[in-house]
T-cell receptor, first 116, second 111 residues
Framework: DADVTQTPRNRITKTGKRIMLECSQT?????MYWYRQDPGLGLRLIYY???????NKGEISDGYSVSRQAQAKFSLSLESAIPNQTALYFC???????????????FGPGTRLTVL | QKEVEQDPGPLSVPEGAIVSLNCTYS??????FMWYRQYSRKGPELLMY????GNKEDGRFTAQVDKSSKYISLFIRDSQPSDSATYLC???????????FGAGTTVTVRA
């Protein structure tokens, strides 16, 4: 089984709808991240969480919110989706102090979101 | 200006060629430099990891860091069709901090 899973893998929705993307991990890592990937822009950090009680905004948090339900679960919400939020979304985990390779991040398979 | 600049390509080379990829950055505080490889419809995976300046070799892959020029490179020798992917550079201030990514370069190795 994959260490970092994301659901759904693909989603098409309409402008104004609320959308939740979910991420689960079995790696036992404390740190989790949400990125979006757009052609020509690379990966941009939306939110990150260093433990269950710690949530931080990334460089492009406007229009998004997150919830860290447990060490293993980190959800990303779009309260009112708009077309320019159409992108590929990735969840990632890391454990720089423990068994991870320094600051290596482990990525899920991604969610392709289309907002019409 | 973005913190990390990377030419998105695309780059197409024949099998067996040397692939040369690079990134420049503006913040001299970056100390840790990485290359991630991303196959189509997959998440990125760490390929190479380097601390500070110097070279690191792993099989057909060589990563170079020139902090004086704020420039990092990845070389792939004897490229194979299985090397066809998007390569993203990433860097951070410390071992305990979030990453800044380049835009990614898409590479196709033709058989």
């Amino acid at each position: 089984d994959a260490d970092v899973t994301q659901t759904p893998r693909n989603r098409i929705t309409k402008t104004g709808k609320r959308i939740m993307l979910e991420c689960s991990q079995t790696k036992g890592h404390d740190r989790m991240y949400w990125y979006r990937q757009d052609p020509g822009l690379g990966l941009r950090l939306i939110y990150y969480s260093f433990d269950v009680k710690d949530i931080n905004k990334g460089e492009i948090s406007d229009g998004y919110s997150v919830s860290r339900q447990a060490q293993a679960k980190f959800s990303l919400s779009l309260e009112s989706a708009i077309p320019n939020q159409t992108a590929l979304y990735f969840c990632a985990t890391s454990d720089p102090i423990g068994q991870g390779k320094n600051n290596e991040q482990f990525f899920g398979p991604g969610t392709r979101l289309t907002v019409l | 200006q973005k913190e990390v600049e990377q030419d998105p390509g695309p780059l197409s080379v024949p099998e067996g060629a040397i692939v040369s990829l690079n990134c420049t950055y503006s913040n001299s505080a970056f100390q840790y430099f990485m290359w991630y490889r991303q196959y189509s419809r997959k998440g990125p995976e760490l390929l190479m990891y380097t601390y500070s300046s110097g070279n690191k070799e792993d099989g057909r892959f060589t990563a170079q860091v020139d902090k004086s020029s704020k420039y990092i490179s990845l070389f792939i020798r004897d490229s194979q069709p299985s090397d066809s992917a998007t390569y993203l550079c990433a860097m951070s201030y410390s071992n305990d901090y979030k990453l800044s990514f380049g835009a990614g370069t898409t590479v196709t190795v033709r058989a």
